[in-house]
């Protein structure tokens, strides 16, 4: 609705004029108040220069080069000027001559966006009544006259206090109101006004921007619920009666829809406004855009279950293979001299321990992923060999499960730059998935070709294959598809996860792809080709566990088993081994060993802090200090001070070999 300024300015019960800001200070409107005090039409003095309509009476009057004067401060200040009390004659157009005329003027400026004067409200009390000199009697003109003007001045000093309040009010409200404004196009605010009875919502742009609608649009409030999605707008009209009726407060969440199936999720906040009489009289308020806080909202729920859901996972992989190991432990002790028996349970708790510790370095290889901690070994590989290593360590669970194995192995040079160990754990990981997720006696088909600058290797499968649900997640930390009995082989869903990092990390890329469940999947990884000449190498074959020499050694560790069984493997090398549990019994020892293997969690004292004391015995000043320790998580290395080497549990025997046969 488009509102005349010039029918407001005419309708205010104020003598006013809206002046230019031109040196003559041309009229640009003036009140229907205004005309009446100045005995002028509105004909007579529009469109002209305000001081050619209202001249001095003669040379002495000074009324009109104080108001001119006030104007020209207002031009150059920006700021309100309020005059004193005016005597400023007006012409007497019906009779001639001029009018008595006693003023109380305030001149106020209009400011455009850039803060520029653009025109001047000048607004004017007229006071003559109160200031009639006519009035008095000529002879009596003493005290009377004397009494009056100060009976004249108070009441001009409370006109113009209450002028000063006024003003200064309407100055703060004026300052509340722009502030406002910014606050609302900072925070990208919606605002409505709903006047009652609500059959018409008047917004701003950017409400009818929340709500996909044009900005010459009208709505009522038939309109406004059928933009708000079905499901969501029982509740939003609820909130709006217990607004109008019961005077809540109005805050509720919807959805909003386009016309094009686009979404967008609001707040609205506001309240109901009443008269005197207790009836209602308008409904306003805000609307702010909360799709984004939505959509974390569901993120992290996702995460959350996925992470509950995990944690259970864990829980249940853990369980499986602490079960054999309990029985075979069980079974050792009633059984200590059946020797059969005893190297059958001993295969048990090897397999089983594997199994923890294989589970336990995904976790571990995750961490380290997400925390950038990993650091590759990058060699000159030949990815067919790689291929190979992988086919090698994967092989028993293909061959347990009966599968077919199709190899597509390209002529051309495979030639490429990495880390063989986290190159051969991806391969692994995607041919174990085959495995494990596909039915007895299928068929996993490898293929491995090169795509110009590109080595491009699909492992593919004809199993329960991969719900268009999960697919696009199924790299995702935690994410692991529905376990029925044919998925019952394990795993805690960390191995897809590292293989995207691990590929990643290389440079290359990972993609997954299934027509659906029990139709199979495919598995490409794409690595970047290295121009160079060709590498022959042979897989890596077992390595023989045998020391070159005996040693002293001291192993120190609470755990009483765990001590144990480390000296006991410890022993069978032929060193010289003596276990403690307590680590103030390791600083008494008269003599130094050759080597301690300190555990880092202990009471009383962990193990760094028993390193350093032991350096500083002069007569341990020749032994090694080697930490052996299931705290992997916290980032330490091999010759991480106070240690000359670390290990991590459970200890790899080659890499404890390495240590000792370099001591």
């Not at 707040?267 to 855009?289: E, L, M, S, V």
Request: contains cysteine.
């Amino acid at each position: 609705m488009t509102v005349d300024t010039a029918l407001v300015v005419q309708a205010l019960p104020f003598a006013l004029l809206i002046l230019d800001t031109s040196p003559d200070f041309v009229i640009l409107h003036g009140s229907d108040e205004y005309m009446a005090a100045t005995c002028t039409t509105r004909s007579e003095i529009i469109g002209r220069p305000m001081f050619e309509i209202f001249p001095a009476e003669s040379e002495l009057a000074d009324g009109p080069a104080r108001l001119r004067a006030s104007l020209e401060e207002v031009v150059r200040t920006r700021r309100m000027h309020t005059m004193d009390l005016q005597r400023y004659d007006v012409p007497d157009r019906q009779h001639g001559g001029f009018i008595v005329k006693y003023w109380l003027p305030t001149n106020l400026p209009v400011l455009d966006g850039d803060g520029q004067v653009r025109a001047i409200v000048h607004r004017a009390y007229d006071m003559t009544a109160l200031v009639d000199e006519t009035a008095l009697p000529a002879g009596d003109i003493s005290a009377h006259v004397k009494r009056s003007f100060e009976d004249l001045r108070q009441v001009i000093e409370v006109v113009k206090e209450g002028e000063r309040r006024r003003s200064a009010a309407e100055a703060r409200a004026a300052e509340a109101g722009e502030r406002l404004e910014l606050a609302a196009q900072a925070g990208e605010l919606g605002t409505f006004y709903c006047p009652l009875p609500l059959d018409k919502i008047y917004w701003n742009d950017k409400c009818k921007e929340h709500f996909f609608v044009a900005e010459d649009a009208e709505i009522d409030s038939e309109l406004f619920y059928q933009y708000i999605h079905p499901d969501d707008r029982e509740h939003t009209r609820l909130a709006v009666e217990a607004s109008v009726h019961n005077r809540q407060t109005y805050d509720v969440e919807y959805r909003v829809l386009a016309p094009d199936g686009r979404q967008r999720w609001l707040r609205a906040k506001g309240r109901t406004y009443f008269d005197r009489a207790g009836q209602p009289t308008r409904f306003d308020g805000i609307t702010i855009d909360i799709s984004a806080q939505k959509q974390v909202e569901a993120e992290l729920a996702q995460s959350n279950q996925q992470k509950d859901d995990f944690l259970a996972m864990l829980a249940h992989e853990l369980r499986n293979p602490l079960a054999p190991i309990s029985a075979a432990a069980d079974l050792l002790n009633l059984a200590s001299h059946d020797t059969v028996r005893v190297k059958r349970m001993s295969e048990v708790l090897g397999r089983q321990a594997r199994h923890m510790t294989a589970m336990l370095d995904d976790l571990l290889d995750v961490s380290r992923v997400t925390r950038g901690i990993v650091a590759l070994k990058r060699d000159a590989l030949d990815f067919k060999l790689v291929l190979a290593s992988a086919l090698e360590q994967a092989g028993p669970l293909i061959a347990q499960r009966g599968h077919q194995v199709q190899r597509v192995v390209t002529q051309d040079s495979t030639l490429m730059l990495g880390d063989e160990k986290r190159l051969v754990q991806v391969l692994v990981n995607l041919l174990n998935n085959a495995a494990k997720y596909t039915p007895p006696n299928g068929r996993i088909t490898i293929s491995l070709s090169v795509d110009r600058d590109m080595l491009a290797l699909s492992v593919a499968d004809n199993g329960v294959g991969i719900a268009a649900r999960l697919l696009p997640r199924i790299f995702d930390l935690f994410v692991q598809a529905e376990r029925t009995p044919d998925r019952a082989q394990g795993g805690l869903g960390l191995g897809l996860a590292l293989v995207r990092s691990l590929v990643e990390l290389h440079g290359g890329r990972v993609a997954a792809d299934s027509p659906g469940e029990h139709e199979g999947a495919t598995f490409t990884v794409w690595l970047p080709r290295h121009a160079g000449e060709e590498i022959h190498a042979i897989p890596g074959q077992q390595r023989v566990l045998r020391s070159k020499r005996a040693l002293r050694i001291v192993v120190v560790d609470d755990n009483v088993d765990a001590a144990w069984t480390l000296a006991s493997c410890l022993r069978s090398m032929g060193h010289e081994v003596r276990e403690l549990h307590d680590p103030l019994a390791a600083l008494a020892l008269p003599d130094a060993p050759d080597v301690f293997l300190l555990d880092i969690g202990m009471p009383k004292m962990d193990g760094r802090e028993l390193a350093r004391q032991l350096r500083h015995q002069p007569h341990m000043a020749g032994a090694r200090l080697v930490a052996v320790t299931g705290y992997a998580s916290q980032g330490d290395e091999a010759g991480a001070a106070p240690f000359d080497s670390y290990l991590v549990k459970p200890v790899d025997f080659a890499a404890l070999l390495d240590v000792l046969d370099r001591i």
